[in-house]
């Protein structure tokens, strides 16, 4: 590798925090904010009555939007290479928060989707309110303990000029640092996964098995979809980002010592998937349409009755 190439290798990962994270956090606020409040709030208007689904559902709507609210700094933070350092924590925690929270409440609305069409005639007790506000809140306080560890290993770097935040793969001990971010990518991610994978299969087998039946008692399709994104967005978002975070944090340790131009691309690979894990803030709204009790169609009448009065032209 000659010296051009080993000098681009080297700036990699700056120029992509400071293009690239710049950029997409700027999108995922915008698009992310403005889907979250408009279904969140026509959640809150149009929402007849609530059942377990509507109080995951609300709750994946608070955890989008306590991160969406930290990416204007975010941006502001990669974009001016600094930030205070107690800021900086607070900012990456949210941000960690929102991610396993967001898996979570994912995995209570498969698990809620397929209590549905199992018992499509009677409430389970798993699908009641208290037992869903009771899961909500028992899945808040998990999520605190299970990242505590994250306020130890993130520091920032000083200069004479200016404090630069690090994020979590790249600061602390990388040996303790690895060994909680498997466990946090086994109890936080994998299992998780399995579960929704397993609902996932049972949730299709009832489908073959009891078709017929389903399909005069209630619309199978939606809960099937919904189980199918939620899947989909487990394994294309969060895989290459809970990878690239255990390997990045492993280049750091002593017991690999790779090239300093190799440290470098695992670095930027790992940058690279950040914002594609976050993207699911952005893709969640999607359930909110998916659900049930005719939300969709509820929410476009009312947009098109309140475009009416404020334009009369409006038809």
């Given at each position: 590798?000659d010296?051009?190439?080993?000098?681009d290798?080297?700036?990699l990962?700056?120029?992509?925090?400071?293009?690239?994270?710049?950029?997409m956090?700027?999108?995922e606020?915008?698009?992310?904010?403005?889907?979250?409040?408009?279904?969140?709030?026509?959640?809150?208007f149009?929402?007849?009555?609530?059942?377990?689904?509507?109080?995951?559902?609300?709750?994946?709507?608070?955890?989008?939007?306590?991160?969406?609210?930290?990416?204007?700094?975010?941006?502001?933070?990669?974009?001016?290479?600094?930030?205070?350092?107690?800021?900086?924590?607070?900012?990456?925690?949210?941000?960690?928060?929102?991610?396993?929270?967001s898996?979570?409440?994912?995995?209570?609305?498969?698990?809620?989707?397929?209590?549905?069409m199992?018992?499509?005639?009677?409430?389970?007790?798993?699908?009641?309110?208290?037992?869903?506000?009771?899961?909500s809140?028992?899945?808040?306080?998990?999520?605190?303990?299970?990242?505590?560890?994250?306020?130890?290993?993130?520091?920032?770097?000083?200069?004479?000029?200016?404090?630069?935040?690090?994020?979590?793969?790249?600061?602390g001990?990388?040996?303790?640092s690895?060994?909680?971010?498997?466990?946090?990518?086994?109890a936080?991610?994998?299992?998780?996964?399995?579960?929704?994978?397993?609902?996932?299969?049972?949730?299709?087998?009832?489908?073959?098995?009891?078709?017929?039946?389903?399909?005069?008692a209630?619309?199978?399709?939606?809960?099937?979809t919904?189980i199918?994104?939620a899947?989909?967005?487990f394994?294309?978002?969060?895989?290459?980002?809970?990878?690239?975070?255990?390997?990045?944090?492993?280049?750091?340790?002593?017991?690999?010592?790779?090239?300093?131009?190799?440290?470098?691309?695992?670095?930027?690979?790992?940058?690279?998937?950040?914002?594609?894990?976050?993207?699911?803030?952005?893709?969640?709204?999607?359930?909110?349409?998916?659900?049930?009790?005719?939300?969709?169609?509820?929410?476009?009448i009312n947009?098109?009755?309140?475009?009416?009065?404020?334009?009369?032209?409006?038809?």
């Open positions: 590798m010296r051009n190439d080993t000098r290798c080297m700036k990962p700056d120029h992509l925090e400071q293009y690239y994270l710049t950029t956090y700027s999108l606020f915008l698009i992310g904010f403005t889907g979250n409040v408009v279904v969140g709030l026509g959640s809150l149009y929402w007849k009555t609530w059942k377990s689904s509507n109080i995951y559902l609300i709750n994946l709507i608070l955890s989008d939007l306590s991160f969406i609210c930290t990416l204007p700094w975010l941006v502001l933070s990669y974009s001016q290479r600094a930030e205070e350092n107690n800021w900086c924590k607070f900012n990456r925690i949210i941000l960690f928060f929102n991610l396993y929270t898996i979570l409440f994912l995995t209570f609305i498969s698990i809620d989707r397929y209590l549905l199992k018992f499509p005639f009677k409430n389970h007790f798993l699908q009641r309110k208290t037992t869903a506000i009771a899961s809140v028992a899945i808040w306080i998990w999520v605190i303990l299970e990242l505590s560890p994250v306020f130890y290993f993130i520091s920032s770097e000083s200069n004479s000029n200016s404090s630069h935040c690090l994020d979590y793969a790249s600061s001990d990388a040996l303790h690895l060994i909680y971010s498997l466990i946090l990518t086994v936080g991610y994998i299992i998780p996964l399995c579960i929704m994978w397993f609902f996932y299969i049972k949730t299709r087998s009832l489908l073959i098995n009891h078709s017929l039946q389903f399909t005069a209630l619309p199978i399709e939606k809960p099937l919904v199918i994104t899947v989909s967005i394994s294309l978002l969060f895989a290459p980002y809970h990878i690239m975070r255990n390997v990045r944090i492993a280049s750091r340790a002593s017991f690999w010592k790779p090239s300093k131009c190799t440290e470098n691309l695992i670095k930027a690979a790992y940058t690279i998937t950040r914002p594609i894990a976050f993207l699911n803030s952005v893709i969640n709204p999607i359930f909110y349409f998916l659900m049930g009790d005719h939300f969709r169609e509820t929410l476009v947009a098109r009755f309140s475009l009416k009065r404020v334009l009369p032209c409006y038809k």
